[in-house]
């Protein structure tokens, strides 16, 4: 198990970027998929992307692709999550989300394959 710490959430207007950290405890974060997703008021749990193990290569949902990159670092056990192009759409509540190991990409992208959590981190787009 890990501890997942988000950050970097804020207020920014229509076009502008932000960068959300996802901090780890633990070890063996390097063995661990990590999952970001979002949820707006009154919405379900969007799935943004995940980071996968081994290899490490990405996978995005269709409303971010080409606008955001995931990102990670091992030694600092910390993800990454860029968000260029910013739209008010956009505006949710961010949680990163790991669990060790691999499976297909089906399982990446619903959020009751990860076991491990963070708070969440609010992110406002202004128009």
């Known amino acids: 198990q890990v501890q997942l710490v988000e950050s970097g959430g804020g207020l920014v207007q229509a076009g502008g970027s932000l960068r959300l950290s996802c901090a780890a405890s633990?070890?063996?974060?390097?063995?661990?998929?990590v999952g970001w997703f979002r949820q707006a008021p009154g919405k379900e749990r969007e799935f943004v992307g995940v980071?996968?193990?081994?290899?490490?290569?990405?996978y995005y949902g269709d409303s971010v692709k080409g606008r955001f990159t995931i990102s990670r670092d091992n030694a600092k056990n910390t993800a990454y999550l860029q968000m260029n192009s910013l739209k008010p759409e956009d505006t949710a509540v961010y949680y990163c989300?790991?669990?060790?190991?691999?499976?297909?990409?089906?399982?990446?992208?619903?959020?009751?394959?990860?076991?491990?959590w963070g708070q969440g981190t609010q992110v406002t787009v202004s128009s």
């Open positions: 633990g070890r063996t974060f390097s063995v661990y998929a």
């Open positions: 989300a790991a669990r060790k190991g691999y499976s297909g990409t089906y399982y990446y992208t619903d959020s009751r394959w990860y076991d491990n």
């Open positions: 980071i996968r193990w081994p290899g490490y290569s990405t």
